[in-house]
């Protein structure tokens, strides 16, 4: 075991040593061959050295299917050198032979977290100004004694070709024929945060501060640097390339300095949302309409949907109308729109997301996350709290004392299972967007319902001589022990499917600070909802038994017709069913959404409650007249 952990050791190194050969070969070439001339003989000799060991190692490298590609780039790289090829098409040579290889044999080539910059200043100091200079530029007093002299990192040219994974493979190994040794016993974290701290030098403060701007403004610049791997591996001259000269200066000045700003949630914003949706107006007008509405709905999964906690808690409405016009958009590739019409539409949906990109990017003050925080758990929790009182206040009229605690226990079951889903989730497994909106949504169709099953039976009750004839038989059938699961099961539905979505809420919140608001909300939305609790309880405790059946019957079945409407919204939203949009209001409040299957499935439940309501009426009527 040990002679295998040592040749892959070896084997990985090597990896390492080759890439470094290679990206010195497309950052130093320009300074020994111009047009066509060598400038610098002894810098030529070195490119040809660099050019054979990396052909000789390569050649080493344990057998891969990939190895003899690797090799025919390498001799076409060799070529090119000695033919005295021009800068860009060496580089492009070596840059390309070294993703291939990093792809043929991969190697770690990012930081497992964002390094911590600032402690590097200090450790640079101790360990390089010496050579490199207090502001590195290469004038230290033990570099001038060097030769050849240290690498100035002010050197904007060198900068603009040089990627931080190179930074850190100098720092980590050392540059062979130099003065420059490996520091191989500093912690892997402290040498990525040195070669990002070293990657600051090329750049003023006025171009790190333009940065920022530019970073949380430019979608392009976004969409290239996606992940630290993509930051550590990027030159500013590639994304240059992409994005043009000043914002990839501008953005790479910055994120020397915050590599932090690539793995924040908000960093990419709807970045992902506008990139599917891009790809899916193209498919459409390809002809690929299948395709089209796939991409569609990953633009929601995917690009929207883990913002939705975060910005749900500054601007439900704002969320609202975005969650509307991304159905119409899919409403609109079903019904085979015009390419205006769906450009239209994106033009909407976009603006939309600025919108939310200027709101989430100011910064969140204690007032607005304890209003979050309270709004939330207000907002979840009512609906929750009317089932859960109405069982509870329904059981204290029939004098059943004995049927509380299954009621108690399924709401106290959802709250501890709601912790369960939140530990889970925080540590364990993400919870993708079409999970969340499939969960809730067959939850909320089963309470549905179970709760207009519960709704005609109250309603039964609340005729003339029924209730009467209820207490005669004592409720040992009606309420019999399997009816106490059943209080027991809705009791923990009707919670769980609010508290599932109230953490992640609290989640996305937490995030953005202020921690004493955001607990301060919780608290008093609690608060009010115990309130809210112990007036619905008394008020039904001195309500005639008959209203009391009448009212209860009223709000259950209301409920049964919310609960239809956000249960065919969220399957929609999942991807489960179509959605044909029409304009319309969006009252959240009432489950309704400006879908035509959405608001279908409430008429028919509606349908089906008044139904239920005449018939009762009618068999109780029949009953008074014998």
Not at 74 to 90: G, H, M, R
Not at 110 to 121: F, K
Not at 461 to 479: N, R
Not at 594 to 613: R, T
Request: charged share 15%; net charge negative; glycine share 8%.
């Amino acid at each position: 075991m040990l002679s295998l952990a040592a040749a892959a050791h070896a084997g990985e190194a090597d990896v390492r040593r080759i890439w470094q050969l290679l990206d010195y070969l497309a950052v130093d070439y320009p300074g020994a061959v111009k047009d066509g001339a060598v400038i610098n003989a002894s810098e030529f000799e070195e490119m040809r050295e660099f050019a054979r060991t990396g052909q000789a190692k390569l050649a080493a490298l344990e057998p891969h299917a990939e190895q003899a590609a690797l090799l025919a780039q390498a001799q076409a790289l060799s070529d090119a050198i000695e033919a005295k090829k021009p800068a860009a098409q060496v580089a492009t040579l070596a840059k390309a032979l070294a993703n291939h290889l990093l792809a043929a044999y991969p190697v770690p080539s990012s930081p497992a977290s964002a390094p911590l910059v600032a402690r590097a200043a200090a450790l640079y100091q101790a360990q390089c100004a010496a050579c490199h200079g207090t502001s590195g530029a290469g004038d230290g007093p033990a570099g001038l004694q060097l030769e050849p002299r240290p690498v100035a990192f002010t050197d904007q040219d060198r900068a603009r070709e040089r990627s931080t994974f190179a930074l850190y493979q100098a720092i980590s190994q050392g540059i062979e024929g130099t003065a420059m040794p490996g520091f191989g016993t500093i912690s892997e974290s402290d040498r990525w945060a040195l070669a990002f701290f070293v990657g600051q030098f090329a750049h003023g403060a006025a171009e790190v501060k333009a940065g920022e701007k530019v970073w949380r403004e430019n979608a392009a610049v976004r969409a290239q640097l996606t992940s630290l791997d993509a930051l550590s591996r990027t030159t500013q001259s590639e994304l240059a390339a992409q994005v043009g000269e000043a914002p990839a200066a501008a953005a790479m000045a910055y994120l020397h300095s915050h590599p932090e700003a690539v793995v924040q949630k908000l960093g990419m914003g709807f970045d992902v949302a506008r990139q599917k949706l891009a790809q899916s107006v193209q498919a459409y007008e390809k002809g690929e309409a299948a395709r089209a509405t796939d991409l569609a709905l990953s633009a929601y999964l995917d690009g929207v949907e883990p913002i939705e906690p975060t910005l749900a808690t500054r601007d439900a409405a704002l969320m609202g109308r975005i969650e509307t016009a991304m159905g119409h958009y899919r409403s609109l590739l079903s019904g085979k729109a015009s390419m205006p019409e769906l450009q239209a539409q994106l033009d909407t949906i976009d603006g939309l997301f600025h919108e939310a990109d200027t709101l989430l990017g100011s910064s969140a003050d204690a007032t607005a996350a304890f209003l979050g925080s309270f709004t939330i758990l207000v907002r979840e929790g009512l609906e929750a709290l009317l089932v859960v009182v109405a069982m509870l206040a329904f059981l204290r009229k029939a004098e059943r004392g004995d049927m509380l605690r299954y009621v108690h226990a399924g709401w106290v079951g959802a709250l501890a299972m709601g912790a369960v889903t939140w530990a889970i989730a925080t540590y364990f497994v993400s919870i993708s967007g079409a999970s969340r909106e499939v969960t809730e949504g067959l939850s909320s169709l089963f309470a549905a319902v179970v709760l207009l099953s519960v709704g005609m039976w109250m309603h039964q009750k609340s005729m003339a001589g029924a209730w009467q004839q209820y207490l005669h038989d004592k409720l040992s059938t009606a309420l019999s022990r399997r009816s106490a699961w059943f209080m027991f099961g809705l009791s923990f539905i009707a919670v769980y499917r609010e508290v599932f979505e109230t953490i992640l809420f609290y989640a996305a919140l937490w995030e953005q600070g202020n921690h004493d608001a955001v607990l301060g909300g919780l608290v008093s939305g609690a608060v009010v909802l115990a309130i809210i609790a112990l007036a619905l309880l008394r008020f039904s405790a001195r309500l005639p038994i008959g209203k009391f059946f009448t009212w209860s019957s009223a709000l259950v079945a209301l409920l049964a017709v919310v609960l239809t409407g956000k249960g065919i919204a969220a399957l929609q939203e999942a991807g489960w069913l179509g959605a044909a949009s029409f304009s319309g209001p969006r009252i959240d409040l009432l489950g309704i959404y400006p879908s035509l299957q959405g608001v279908f499935a409430q008429l028919l439940m509606a349908a089906l409650v008044i139904s239920g309501f005449w018939w009762n009426a009618r068999v109780a009527a029949r009953k008074a007249r014998v």
